[in-house]
């Protein structure tokens, strides 16, 4: 049996709190109260809360100090909150929205309407529970596939260290940081697709065998194109094995078709893979790795600016 949603409803007043719980009763809601600002800020930590219809005039905390707390916490800011209030300017509404809450309704609030708004944020907020529980399916898969290969143990958080610290110098925003970072995260994530006969092979590939490890990218992509929280992080992994003259894979795309993320998720990764150690060889030293990335990007394959990036990085 599924659990009823819980509501958690705060208002310093005891008769506005009951009128609220008789009105929600005719749903099956499991409701809990808070009297104040700082009840509902510990009662969130006790128990998971779906929805909270919130007073903004309370004594101490306020309903907007609270909702500011709980919609910069990334653990709290995707539980909805309805501003149930006296306060009906036009200025209160601006300011409640830009701090986040998803609906504002002045008092005296009709029954109905309270609970149709109640209904559809508890949708969309399992909504977001459900696609949530995808994307770290996602991210789980992806270590799973590291964890396959005892050979490439930990290159997924190297890469993901290289590739944060080259963000930083090259001036990515924050969005496009963390897209980098879920990439960097999940570019493999097509090997799954890959039999271990193929990718735990000891020694060199056969050509058909090469073959069947560069289908990774398509698959991981394919993977993954449906699940649109993953944003940009998808074109790192279809594109991180692309070359800037043309000569990668899966598509073979050039230049200003490979973005800036793209670039720096390659250059991480293909540093990552030089300087590991590998069952058929040891890894390079960093200035091996450094010479062999040179002449690639001396080539246009790889991007320059990125790479110098990275050789500074190095030397600092
Ligand atoms: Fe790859």
């Known amino acids: 049996m599924q659990t009823p949603p819980a509501i958690l409803v705060a208002d310093d007043d005891a008769a506005s709190r009951e009128l609220i719980e008789i009105i929600l009763s005719s749903e099956n809601y499991h409701i809990v109260t808070a009297q104040n600002g700082n009840e509902v800020l510990e009662l969130i930590?006790?128990?998971?809360?779906?929805?909270?219809?919130?007073?903004?005039?309370m004594p101490g905390m306020t309903g907007m100090e609270v909702c500011r707390k709980l919609k910069s916490d990334p653990e709290f800011q995707l539980i909805p909150i309805i501003f149930l209030t006296a306060l009906d300017q036009m200025e209160d509404r601006v300011e409640s929205f830009d701090l986040g809450v998803n609906e504002f309704m002045s008092k005296p609030f009709s029954p109905p309407e309270l609970?149709?708004?109640?209904?559809?944020?508890l949708k969309i907020k399992s909504l977001t529970d459900s696609l949530e529980s995808a994307?770290?399916?996602?991210?789980?898969?992806?270590?799973?596939?590291?964890?396959r290969d005892p050979y490439t143990g930990g290159h997924i958080s190297r890469v993901c260290s290289i590739a944060l610290k080259l963000a930083n110098m090259l001036g990515l925003?924050?969005?496009?940081?963390?897209?980098?970072?879920?990439?960097?995260?999940?570019?493999?994530?097509g090997k799954i697709g890959i039999p271990d006969t193929v990718?735990?092979?000891?020694?060199?590939l056969t050509r058909e065998e090469f073959d069947v490890i560069r289908t990774h990218s398509k698959t991981g992509f394919d993977l993954c194109k449906e699940l649109d929280s993953l944003g940009k992080a998808r074109d790192i992994i279809l594109n991180h094995h692309e070359k800037l003259d043309g000569s990668g894979y899966?598509?073979?795309?050039?230049?200003?078709?490979?973005?800036?993320?793209?670039?720096?998720?390659?250059?991480?990764?293909?540093?990552?893979?030089?300087?590991?150690?590998?069952?058929?060889?040891?890894?390079?030293?960093?200035?091996d790795a450094f010479e062999i990335m040179g002449r690639d990007a001396k080539e246009n394959k790889i991007d320059e600016d990125v790479f110098n990036s990275l050789v500074a990085c190095y030397q600092t």
Not at 45 to 57: F, K, Y
Not at 115 to 121: I, N, T
Not at 253 to 272: H, M, N, Q, Y
């Open 199 to 204: 990718l735990l092979k000891e020694g060199k």
């Open 173 to 189: 925003s924050a969005g496009e940081t963390e897209e980098l970072e879920i990439g960097c995260r999940l570019h493999d994530i």
């Open 115 to 121: 609970l149709a708004r109640v209904k559809s944020l």
């Open 45 to 57: 930590r006790q128990t998971p809360v779906d929805l909270i219809l919130l007073d903004v005039l």
């Open 250 to 287: 899966p598509n073979g795309i050039k230049g200003d078709a490979i973005s800036l993320p793209v670039r720096i998720a390659t250059v991480s990764d293909i540093f990552d893979a030089l300087t590991s150690n590998r069952c058929y060889r040891p890894g390079l030293s960093p200035k």
């Open 135 to 147: 994307f770290n399916v996602v991210i789980t898969l992806g270590g799973l596939v590291e964890a």
